[in-house]
């Protein structure tokens, strides 16, 4: 998703295989996040994005190409990446998922912004977010999400970016073993993957449709609340459900007040 109306960075050209040419620095950056991270997803990342991982087998010495994961994606659940600039409009992203196209901007991270980047690299893209797209439920919820973007207004685009918010970036699931992350939000970084699960800071609410829409958020700061889904059936069952007229029924009944500081004007 577009999280800033502006970028620093510019995406990466594609040739006509659709790869991109990538640095040596860019591809020991990747090496750098994927390597410190697998260890850290032991025991926190859900078990289906852990068979992702298995299943699409990213490399630990460059940058996956986009053909190369879509390889994998379409042989699972008819999924494919789709290289675009930085930032994209909200119809263009609807419209990507619309076609079962997963949005990837084609740069990497600079080594600054090593531990936190708020707009989508291609590590959060890639790393974040593909290997869920192997689980059909998965795939299905977020497919049916773009088509309901695609169709909706303004006023209800903003809320179902909560919707996404809550559970594809920053979702938490009940497993046999404990609380698990399914978030892409979550899974890409080092420092949200152990906070969500193991600080007593951040609320842990049970997954309720009215209640994720009613909840406030901010990109730029550790999730003060996280949604608990019971299982991967919980996203197949919202595909049947009338998103946009809980989203007005949650407008009406109001907002809840948020649990964080406000954000000062720079």
């Known amino acids: 998703m577009a999280y800033k109306k502006t970028s620093t960075y510019v995406a990466k050209p594609v040739d006509k295989n659709g790869n991109t040419n990538y640095t040596?620095?860019?591809?020991?950056?990747?090496h750098e996040l994927i390597t410190r991270q697998m260890p850290i997803l032991k025991n926190r990342a859900c078990d289906e994005y852990m068979h992702g991982i298995d299943l699409i087998d990213f490399p630990k010495n460059r940058i996956p190409?986009?053909?190369?994961?879509?390889?994998?994606?379409?042989?699972?659940?008819?999924w494919a990446l789709e290289p675009v600039p930085a930032l994209i409009p909200?119809?263009?992203?609807?419209?990507?998922l619309a076609n079962r196209k997963f949005p990837a901007a084609t740069f990497i991270r600079r080594r600054e912004e090593l531990d936190y980047l708020q707009e989508p690299d291609i590590f959060h893209e890639v790393f974040g977010h593909c290997p869920?797209?192997?689980?059909?439920?998965?795939?299905d919820f977020t497919h049916t999400y773009g088509n309901l973007g695609l169709h909706a207004?303004?006023?209800d685009r903003i809320m179902l970016a909560k919707l996404y918010w809550f559970t594809i970036e920053f979702g938490l699931i009940?497993?046999?073993l404990g609380l698990r992350a399914y978030g892409g939000g979550i899974l890409s970084s080092m420092s949200e993957t152990p906070y969500c699960l193991e600080s007593n800071i951040p609320q842990r609410q049970s997954f309720n449709v009215l209640d994720v829409l009613r909840t406030p958020y901010r990109i730029d700061i550790m999730q003060p609340i996280y949604f608990v889904i019971d299982s991967f059936d919980v996203l197949f069952q919202l595909i049947d459900m009338d998103l946009i007229g809980l989203i007005h029924q949650a407008r009406?009944?109001?907002?809840?007040p948020p649990v964080y500081e406000k954000k000062l004007s720079s």
């Open 132 to 139: 869920l797209l192997t689980n059909q439920a998965y795939a």
């Open 65 to 78: 190409q986009c053909p190369e994961v879509s390889e994998v994606l379409q042989a699972t659940t008819g």
């Open 90 to 96: 909200f119809d263009k992203f609807f419209h990507l």
């Open 24 to 30: 040596e620095d860019e591809n020991q950056i990747w």
């Open 174 to 176: 009940k497993t046999s």
């Open 153 to 155: 207004t303004h006023e």
């Open 252 to 256: 009406k009944l109001g907002m809840y």
